[in-house]
């Protein structure tokens, strides 16, 4: 069965750093464009960053670009969003999300998704 596993999260403070991971199994991860996803509270859930099946093209959200950084470790099937300089609009539920979209920041195109990990960030 194709798993996601979200890790990483927790309490920050404004101007803080948190990495997120996300490990994969039962699919092959290369063949995969991968994904981070989130939701803060009454709010729909919006992109936030992707990285194609080679890692050679990246998408980034505008609120994120410059603070955050999506990166794949094929050999570990693995996915990581670092995140810098956060601020109390960042606190969300994150999400990691898989698609066989070669190469896509569209939402509709991932089919598989993790559980979600609690982000909060502290003023």
């Known amino acids: 069965q194709v798993q996601l596993v979200e890790s990483g999260g927790g309490l920050v403070q404004a101007g803080g750093s948190l990495r997120l991971s996300c490990t994969t199994s039962?699919?092959?991860?290369?063949?995969?464009?991968m994904g981070w996803f989130r939701q803060a509270p009454g709010k729909e859930r919006e992109f936030v960053a992707t990285i194609s099946w080679t890692g050679t093209t990246t998408y980034y959200a505008d609120s994120v670009k410059g603070r955050f950084t999506i990166s794949r470790h094929n050999a570990k099937n693995t996915v990581y969003l670092q995140m810098n300089s956060m601020n109390p609009e960042d606190t969300a539920v994150y999400y990691c999300?898989?698609?066989?979209?070669?190469?896509?920041?569209?939402?509709?195109?991932?089919?598989?998704w993790g559980q979600g990990t609690q982000v909060t960030v502290s003023s």
């Open positions: 039962g699919m092959a991860f290369r063949s995969y464009a």
């Open positions: 999300a898989a698609s066989v979209i070669p190469s896509t920041a569209t939402m509709s195109d991932f089919g598989s």
